[in-house]
């Protein structure tokens, strides 16, 4: 089954529309995501670069400090999305980042452990609904064909948030003593909370909610985006209610078997990547007393960013291959699988560049995972069971960011090491490949661009 927004759509109109999304918005967005991912990791940056001294943190505490932020994330996500949903893209999510970059400010003087769990929190209910806001937002512009490659663009943020942002963070905390006699790793605080509430007050004029609002569309281009997304969603509720209003919709998507299958396959997903953007810092900081190595903290910066380069080209040539032939189960499986395996392996290396290497690949594993993901909910969902069903699996799936920096925290005050908190995450990842299989195995429906996966091999 596949969707045609006309009998004859236009070519030239189809194209122009799309890549006019891809160029208007689809780059803010990104920014405001790489803002978003900045702030809820710096924790990750500034633990091993003097705030776990300062503040006399051990590694459970640290973890701990690091997943509560999901914690407050979680109880407001799905409210949040239901919000925007009524109220607008435009001015929740400019509300979501304003309110964040506030919180974001604070950490510049935090002063001990339960001021920091306190600031965690809070920052998690300040951010709660962001990301499958975006998600969403996203969905509403352009059909399912084209989803696939809108969402990777968008998800470039993500690792090209390290990529830039871990050496921005090293060369911030190289400013000891600068603003105001600010330890270094305060003053990275400041320097990455005060761009989310600029970009917040920008958000409220350049976000539109909907096709028909933006001006710098045609009436051509308006008018084939607005019948293709109105025809797509008309053939979702065709076979089964899938929109709902209000309460409806919340009841579709907590209803719904795969909502919940798909909540765990992304936990296994988010766990990794959380384990890996929590603790990756340490595991370079690791590096001297293991090998021998003497690095600065924008040394330590550009060592950390090394992995997530060539997750991000992964990234978009995976989602490529996802628009050419219509997701498959594999496009799922394969790199969970990859990355549940490789990610223990790291740190039996016995070398950096090998170490580095092999953390390269898991990063490159959970990365081509996460974009092609999104595209599952909106297959079988639209309107308010769409906005609840993503922030649903965003919120379950989120769980994950809170137990993966504790337990791997907890496991390494346990065990001395990093190389068991990592055999455990790689089982989660793992247990998510197979959920993966046995979901489609079960849905049995044909994989096309718009379409819910099929077994691999159909």
């Not at 045609?4 to 529309?17: D, F, G, I, R, Y």
């Amino acid at each position: 089954m596949s969707f045609n927004a006309e009998k004859t759509p236009p070519p030239s109109v189809e194209k122009s529309a799309i890549r006019k999304v891809a160029v208007r918005l689809v780059p803010f967005v990104a920014l405001m995501f790489f803002i978003n991912y900045l702030d809820r990791s710096a924790i990750g940056f500034a633990g091993p670069n003097g705030m776990e001294a300062d503040l006399a943190l051990s590694a459970a505490q640290f973890g701990f400090a690091s997943g509560v932020f999901f914690i407050g994330y979680i109880i407001l996500e799905v409210p949040s999305n239901m919000a925007l949903h009524k109220f607008g893209a435009r001015i929740w999510l400019a509300r979501i980042m304003i309110t964040w970059g506030i919180v974001a400010l604070l950490f510049t003087w935090v002063q001990n452990f339960e001021g920091l769990v306190a600031l965690r929190f809070l920052l998690g209910v300040a951010e709660a609904g962001f990301f499958p806001g975006a998600i969403l937002f996203l969905s509403l512009w352009v059909p399912a064909k084209h989803r696939a490659k809108i969402l990777a663009l968008f998800y470039l943020a993500q690792p090209l948030t390290t990529v830039i942002g871990a050496p921005l963070a090293g060369w911030l905390m190289t400013h000891d003593g600068f603003f105001f006699g600010l330890e270094g790793w305060r003053f990275m605080f400041f320097g990455v909370a005060i761009p989310a509430i600029l970009i917040g007050v920008v958000a409220l004029f350049y976000l539109k909610d909907k096709p028909a609002d933006a001006k710098w569309l045609t009436t051509e281009e308006q008018e084939w985006l607005t019948t293709a997304l109105a025809k797509e969603n008309a053939a979702k509720s065709g076979t089964e209610k899938t929109s709902g209003h209000g309460k409806g919709g919340l009841k579709v998507a907590f209803g719904s078997g795969r909502v919940w299958v798909l909540s765990f396959i992304y936990f296994g997903a988010v766990y990794g990547l959380y384990a890996l953007a929590f603790f990756l810092p340490t595991i370079i900081g690791g590096f001297e007393e293991q090998f021998g190595l003497s690095m600065g903290l924008v040394e330590k910066g550009l060592v950390t960013a090394i992995p997530y380069l060539p997750a991000a080209v992964v990234l978009y040539l995976w989602s490529r291959d996802v628009t050419k032939r219509g997701l498959k189960t594999w496009h799922i499986a394969l790199p969970m699988v990859v990355g549940g395996v490789s990610v223990p392996v790291a740190l039996l290396m016995n070398n950096p560049i090998a170490t580095v290497a092999v953390i390269t690949v898991t990063a490159c594993a959970i990365f081509a995972v996460l974009p092609n993901f999104w595209t599952l909910p909106t297959q079988f969902l639209s309107g308010a069971a769409a906005a609840a069903g993503i922030a649903l699996i965003n919120t379950l799936g989120n769980l994950a960011g809170f137990s993966a920096p504790y337990i791997t925290g907890a496991l390494k005050d346990s065990t001395g090491g990093l190389v068991i908190p990592m055999f455990v995450v790689g089982g989660f990842m793992l247990l998510s490949a197979l959920l993966m299989v046995l979901l489609s195995r079960r849905s049995h429906v044909q994989s096309t661009p718009g379409q819910l996966v099929e077994p691999a091999g159909h």
